[in-house]
């Protein structure tokens, strides 16, 4: 595959480290990166804002459907902060969605198949050109069954807690350390459980445990694969 672009699939559990390398990469190989779970926090954000989550922790459906139709959303590098954006109905929702708040309820709403059906199709149209890193649950399940390049990134839940929390308390949010591990816990256990596109691992996945690794031994044996795909045939 020489020099053709390909898409690379990074999936894995959350806290994991998955943006962080997955920016990485995209920085070094002059990709796109697509940051998949930005688009279910901003789907969790309008139902918040709706003030669906108000009271209760599972609202219907066909409410969330509903603020499903009015969603659209918009990715855009931003040349200053040298970072891509989200924009919700052309608001930028970027720092918003990476509140606790959303975290909570970013997995009820990452559950509904229609919310998901909505998402995918968003994201094969982003992947349509190649040349993209993209990260979530299910990019090399569902998204690009046929990605070139799979990559599973797990890390042990003690050290993803800390990442979080620290990741949180930098940016000046409140947190407690075990609020973060119970959210992480409670996140998983939705994610890896639910019917439709479960976090699982695709066979032909690459898998990465990082938990003792810097980003640089990361960037080291990405490269590695990297380079052995554009030699073969
Ligand atoms: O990667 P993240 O923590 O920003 O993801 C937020 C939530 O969205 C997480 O609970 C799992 C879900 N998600 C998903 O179901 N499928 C994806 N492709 C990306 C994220």
Same mark, same amino acid.
């Given at each position: 595959?020489?020099?053709?672009?390909?898409?690379?699939?990074?999936?894995?559990?959350?806290?994991?480290?998955?943006?962080?390398? @997955?920016?990485?990469? @995209?920085?070094?190989?002059?990709?796109?990166?697509?940051?998949?779970?930005?688009?279910?926090?901003?789907?969790?954000? @309008?139902?918040?804002?709706?003030?669906?989550?108000?009271?209760?922790?599972?609202?219907?459906?066909?409410?969330?459907?509903?603020?499903?139709?009015?969603?659209?959303?918009?990715?855009?590098?931003?040349?200053?902060?040298?970072?891509?954006?989200?924009?919700?109905?052309?608001?930028?929702?970027?720092?918003?969605?990476?509140?606790?708040?959303?975290?909570?309820?970013?997995?009820?709403?990452?559950?509904?198949?229609?919310?998901?059906?909505?998402?995918?199709?968003?994201?094969?149209?982003?992947?349509?050109?190649?040349?993209?890193?993209?990260?979530?649950?299910?990019?090399?399940?569902?998204?690009?069954?046929?990605?070139?390049?799979?990559?599973?990134?797990?890390?042990?839940?003690?050290?993803?807690?800390?990442?979080?929390?620290?990741?949180?308390?930098?940016?000046?949010?409140?947190?407690?350390?075990?609020?973060?591990?119970?959210?992480?816990?409670?996140?998983?256990?939705?994610?890896?459980?639910?019917?439709?596109?479960?976090?699982?691992? @695709?066979?032909?996945?690459?898998?990465?445990?990082?938990?003792?690794?810097?980003?640089?031994?990361?960037?080291?044996?990405?490269?590695?694969?990297?380079?052995?795909?554009?030699?073969?045939?």
């Amino acid at each position: 595959m020489k020099n053709q672009k390909i898409i690379i699939a990074l999936d894995g559990n959350s806290s994991c480290g998955k943006s962080t390398y @997955a920016k990485r990469i @995209a920085t070094e190989i002059g990709y796109a990166y697509i940051d998949t779970g930005a688009m279910y926090r901003s789907v969790t954000l @309008a139902a918040m804002e709706k003030g669906l989550f108000d009271e209760t922790e599972a609202p219907p459906i066909e409410q969330i459907e509903e603020v499903l139709k009015t969603v659209e959303l918009n990715l855009r590098f931003n040349p200053h902060k040298q970072r891509t954006e989200i924009f919700l109905n052309g608001r930028m929702v970027e720092d918003l969605i990476r509140r606790m708040e959303v975290a909570d309820h970013v997995s009820y709403i990452a559950a509904i198949s229609s919310v998901r059906r909505k998402m995918v199709e968003y994201q094969r149209k982003l992947g349509e050109e190649k040349g993209v890193v993209m990260d979530g649950r299910d990019i090399g399940t569902v998204v690009f069954p046929k990605a070139e390049l799979k990559i599973f990134l797990t890390a042990s839940p003690e050290v993803r807690a800390i990442r979080r929390y620290k990741e949180l308390i930098e940016k000046g949010m409140l947190v407690e350390l075990e609020e973060v591990r119970l959210n992480l816990e409670k996140r998983d256990h939705i994610d890896s459980s639910r019917e439709d596109s479960p976090l699982k691992q @695709a066979d032909d996945s690459i898998v990465l445990d990082n938990s003792e690794m810097t980003v640089e031994e990361q960037m080291v044996w990405f490269r590695e694969k990297f380079d052995r795909l554009r030699t073969e045939e």
